[in-house]
Nanobody, 120 residues
Framework: QVQLVESGGGLVEAGGSLRLSCAAS????????MGWYRQAPGKQRELAAT???????HYADSVKGRFTISRDHAKNTVYLEMNSLKPEDTAVYYC??????????????WGQGTQVTVSS
């Protein structure tokens, strides 16, 4: 079993900041890419940001310059620092891990999601 525990979502005014965190635990032996996806009401899930095991990052154009993704290898934790938030950033944010599991090899693992709401 692998668990992804997300935290840090909430309600913030436009221009404000939030920091999301996601910790992977359980029978996960190695973690490759970690990241955050988001899904706004009525829209498809989309990538927000990812970071590879080697530290390479990738951002959606809509969040470049405002969001920063980072990870703590020792804790198997990924963070998303979100600044200058806009109402269009409102979505459920899902943590994503590409991990090697003890029982089943390489798998994509998803968190349950954390709500981020930005008021105008």
């Amino acid at each position: 079993q692998v668990q992804l525990v997300e935290s840090g979502g909430g309600l913030v005014e436009a221009g404000g900041s939030l920091r999301l965190s996601c910790a992977a635990s359980g029978s996960i032996l190695r973690v490759n890419t970690m990241g955050w996806y988001r899904q706004a009401p009525g829209k498809q899930r989309e990538l927000a940001a990812t970071v590879t095991e080697g530290g390479s990052t990738h951002y959606a154009d809509s969040v470049k310059g405002r969001f920063t993704i980072s990870r703590d290898h020792a804790k198997n934790t990924v963070y998303l620092e979100m600044n200058s938030l806009k109402p269009e950033d409102t979505a459920v944010y899902y943590c994503y891990v590409d991990g090697y599991l003890r029982t089943s090899g390489w798998r994509d693992v998803w968190g349950q999601g954390t709500q981020v709401t930005v008021s105008s």
